[in-house]
């Protein structure tokens, strides 16, 4: 009877770990997807509202939830308060402590970066069509890691399941 509940346990404890890996990759593509609509929203702000960049960073932080909201809603607030930072700067400071909570891959994260340096100096027409470049980039970077995940979701769950398994007969 031991017996059996040591292999139910070795099995359940082995299967746990990959579904946590798998979960881990899940949350990278929410991740990626919530980037997207932040894009997106600033896009469409551009599009319809004819706003100057910090009104439309501000009404877009209020459409969404969590760190891209106070993301959005801190930049906004910056240039209304007059900080003397550019929106370089103030892009590249919050865009790096959402990083430190939520990270990306580094060429991901790289190209956020680097975007807030060339909002600034644009016109409307050449703002949106950057955020559009940026949503293709994204887009095609999550379609990349849901086909890679695909599959690597398939041999984490067997490897888990055939691990405890394995432990069970080496145990035994």
């Excluded at 004819?50 to 209020?62: V, Y």
């Excluded at 644009?122 to 703002?127: K, N």
Aim: proline share 1%.
């Amino acid at each position: 009877m031991l017996r059996m509940l040591g292999v139910f346990v070795t099995v359940a404890g082995s299967s746990g770990c990959a579904f946590s890996i798998v979960k881990e990759r899940r949350v990278y593509l929410q991740r990626c997807r919530e980037w997207l609509e932040l894009f997106e929203l600033m896009e469409n702000e551009i599009a319809f509202q004819k706003s100057s960049l910090p009104e439309i960073c501000e009404r877009a932080g209020g459409r969404l939830t969590g760190h891209k909201r106070m993301f959005l809603e801190r930049i906004g607030r910056a240039f209304e308060e007059g900080g003397g930072d550019t929106l370089g700067e103030l892009w590249r400071q919050e865009v790096l402590r959402i990083f430190q909570q939520e990270p990306l891959r580094k060429e991901v994260e790289k190209e956020i970066e680097e975007l807030g340096a060339r909002l600034g100096f644009e016109d409307s027409d050449m703002l949106r069509k950057m955020l559009q470049d940026m949503e293709l980039f994204l887009k095609k970077h999550q379609k990349e890691q849901e086909n890679l995940n695909r599959e690597r979701d398939r041999l984490t769950l067997c490897a888990g399941v055939m691990g405890g398994l394995l432990l069970t007969i080496l145990l035994l």
